[in-house]
């Protein structure tokens, strides 16, 4: 039966329907609606057609195009998910720059039809009874081949240039078995293939790709239906007009054009180098976008400063996928791949970029997933929020990122970062490797309201940071981890750390291989609280392996293993002075010989000390208290689960002057020699155990000579402020040289 159509107008916000029964009997029964629209709807720059079906599920979004009118008005076929149930269907109509809410809405009842299908030719409305369309000669053809039962057929190629053969064997029960010698062909140019003309040793390789079959307004060699059949339902973006594969001329509006007429369906690029610029798909198009593959299907710009694919969908949520493309700078600058603001839905995958500054740019979009991504050269990714003064939409959230490839680059960047990733909202990042950065770009730049991100396997070597996690107007990033982080031959730091509430895993900074960087492997700012770091690696760098500012807050590590840090000058821990770490601060960890400097708590597996002089001092020709040897350890360093361990050691002149050594923990003397020794060496051990804020036990223990005593001391030193700890030596007689102190060492246990 041929198709119906029903006719609507559409004036200021009413539909009125010509018939409201849309009932579809058969199989090739189908309705279209003819829309026609008043003044009122002057100036809308896009009309969308949406239905749904009975249930107000399954929409269809169709766009409106100069293409659809015929006699003045826009035949639109209805859909097939709106009829498979009987029942109302609903019918919304939106203008996109309608001056009020830009919508409309009708019911029409239908009857159920599963499986109707919509003609692509369209019938006018009249009295005469529908018949059945003429079958095609393809289709008679399928019949004709259908009816014969009990036949077999085989095929052989012959040399070039013989002539073909058919054979027919009938078999002793009646069947019939056909042979064919099909002589073999040579390759020629694409082009039209007229039905009466066709040399079989004078054929394109490929004519029979879709890709190469070029049609004219009289040589078809496909019909519609056809194609689509051989295409799996894929429209081939070279079928349209202006659409050039060899990437000489510029193809946007031809691409612009197949996009817009195609909502719904995949859009194809066969192989092939296409040049455009900001490529658009409309908000409700829900479209697949695919190439023949990231290294055969590629888009370059049309010229510097723009994006081959940009569009704004106003956070409509129907989904977008693009795949299977690979996007070149082209020796253009300051461009972009795929540049997408506040979207829904999106697929990104199976991508190649080279050269691009940003290959992927989002700005505020909802449920991206980024997959099997690889980029050469300097190609930068960022995701941000331009615009923050809606708390709801000024972030990045729901964000995938998973497995991304970059090859070396071996020249400068134009972005400061591989990935900036700025107000980014419960999101994934694994499997992210690059062969190096060049030593003057980022890794990662983690920036202001980051809250609730996980990385995961994560390789970065040759960066100016790895991976740098910053605050920006007073906005830090916050529930940040990170496990099994790389971080090799960084020119400055190998992470530097802004934020709260980081966790640290599994995860190694090292400056080896000759690079030479002018930071710390972690340095950990000011601001910074509650950063736990375990099971982490920091070895060979210039400087401080872990540098912790004074200010920063609840510091935790465990399993550190740091050596070999501060080639140049620094330490493999180093912690200032005002850092109030919780406790146990260090735990089981190991550190090298360039030791370890300011607050440490118990359980590490080395006996560095917080103070070791190693320096020989004695006492000037003076009767007066003179220090040997002095340290002032911060302020929080002990607490009641930690104690402090001082030796002090050296040696008295031979004679018999009156000598004294005392041993001082603040204002508090905890061990004194005095008496006339005559060559003897001496020793104090001391240990102070806090048992509360403001007072300590100490345990003495002295020794001169051959001789020992034990004693104990009460001293009363506020923990939470910095203590001196001394050694001093007194001549009973002003004679140089009569004390003499060989070292002194101080350390927390």
């Not at 002057?42 to 009975?54: A, C, E």
């Not at 996109?96 to 109707?116: K, Q």
């Not at 070149?328 to 461009?335: F, L, R, S, T």
Request: glycine letters at 10%.
């Amino acid at each position: 039966m041929a198709n119906r159509i029903i006719t609507a107008t559409v004036t200021g916000e009413n539909i009125k329907l010509s018939s409201k029964n849309a009932g579809a009997a058969g199989s090739f029964n189908a309705v279209s609606l003819a829309f026609t629209f008043d003044s009122a709807w002057d100036g809308t720059t896009s009309k969308i057609v949406q239905f749904l079906d009975t249930y107000g599920v399954n929409p269809v979004n169709i766009t409106l195009t100069s293409g659809m009118i015929v006699s003045g008005a826009y035949i639109v076929p209805i859909p097939a998910e709106p009829l498979v149930y009987a029942g109302e269907m609903n019918i919304t109509i939106r203008g996109v720059d309608f001056e009020t809410d830009g919508t409309t809405a009708e019911r029409i009842v239908v009857s159920a039809s599963t499986t109707m299908k919509v003609l692509n030719s369209l019938y006018e409305v009249g009295g005469a009874t529908p018949v059945e369309p003429t079958p095609t000669q393809t289709e008679q053809l399928l019949t004709a081949v259908g009816s014969v039962t009990g036949m077999t057929a085989t095929a052989t190629t012959l040399t070039a240039g013989s002539s073909a053969t058919v054979t027919k064997t009938t078999n002793p029960n009646g069947t019939i078995n056909l042979a064919y010698g099909i002589p073999q062909g040579i390759k020629g140019d694409p082009g039209d293939m007229p039905a009466s003309i066709y040399d079989p040793n004078n054929k394109y390789t490929d004519a029979f790709s879709m890709a190469n079959m070029v049609e004219s307004s009289t040589n078809k060699i496909l019909t519609s239906a056809e194609r689509t059949k051989l295409t799996d339902g894929m429209v081939y973006v070279t079928n349209y007009s202006g659409v050039d594969k060899t990437g000489a001329t510029d193809s946007t509006v031809g691409i612009q054009a197949c996009i817009d007429a195609n909502s719904g369906k995949t859009i194809y690029f066969p192989a092939g180098t296409y040049k455009a610029a900001n490529i658009s798909i409309p908000p409700y198009h829900a479209i697949n976008i695919k190439g023949a593959g990231a290294d055969t299907a590629i888009l370059i710009p049309t010229a510097d400063n723009v994006s081959i694919f940009k569009f704004d969908q106003g956070f409509a949520e129907t989904p977008k996928r693009i795949s299977n493309i690979g996007f070149k700078a082209n020796g253009k600058i300051n461009c972009k791949g795929i540049d997408i603001t506040k979207a829904r839905n999106i697929t990104l995958e199976n991508l190649a970029f080279t050269d691009i500054k940003y290959g992927i740019d989002i700005d505020r979009c909802f449920v991206v997933t980024i997959h099997n991504i690889w980029c050469t050269g300097p190609v930068g990714f960022r995701f941000y929020a331009s615009d923050i003064t809606d708390e709801l939409t000024s972030f990045i959230m729901d964000l995938t990122i998973d497995k991304v490839q970059h090859d070396v680059s071996a020249t400068d960047w134009a972005t400061t970062a591989w990935f900036t990733l700025e107000r980014l909202v419960n999101s994934y990042i694994g499997n992210v490797t690059t062969r190096g950065l060049n030593g003057t770009c980022n890794g990662f730049e983690v920036k202001g309201r980051c809250e609730g991100v996980f990385f995961t396997n994560v390789v970065i070597p040759w960066a100016k940071t790895g991976i740098k996690i910053q605050s920006v107007s007073g906005e830090y990033p916050a529930g940040i981890e990170l496990a099994n982080f790389s971080v090799d031959q960084f020119t400055e730091d190998g992470m530097y750390l802004d934020g709260k509430w980081v966790w640290l895993n599994n995860s190694s900074f090292l400056n080896g291989a000759g690079r030479s960087n002018t930071g710390s492997g972690i340095e950990i700012t000011a601001s910074s609280q509650d950063i736990k770091l375990n099971n982490v690696r920091v070895n060979s760098n210039n400087y401080d392996g872990i540098k912790i500012n004074s200010g920063a807050t609840g510091i935790q590590m465990n399993n550190i293993n740091a050596f070999s840090n501060g080639v140049i000058s620094g330490y493999d821990i180093h912690m200032e002075s005002g850092a109030t770490p919780y406790n146990p601060q260090i735990s089981n960890s190991e550190f090298g010989t360039k030791r370890v400097i300011g607050q440490l708590l118990n359980k590490h597996k080395t006996t560095d000390n917080l103070f070791l002089q190693a320096a020989i001092v004695s006492t000037p020709a003076s009767t007066t208290e003179t220090t040997l040897g002095t340290y002032t350890m911060p302020a929080n360093t002990l607490d009641i689960n930690s104690k402090i361990k001082i030796k002090a050691f050296g040696y008295f002149a031979a004679n018999g002057n009156a000598k004294t050594v005392r041993l001082k923990f603040g204002s508090t003397t905890i061990g004194t020699l005095a008496d006339s020794f005559n060559g003897t060496p001496w020793e104090i051990d001391a240990e102070a155990l806090p048992v509360s804020v403001t007072a300590q036990y100490v345990a003495t223990k002295i020794f001169n000579g051959n001789t020992s005593g034990a004693y104990n001391y009460g001293a009363s030193e506020a923990v939470a402020s910095a203590i001196t700890i001394a050694c001093t030596g007194e001549n009973g007689t002003a004679n140089a040289g009569d004390i003499v102190i060989v070292g002194m060492s101080i350390e927390i246990i």
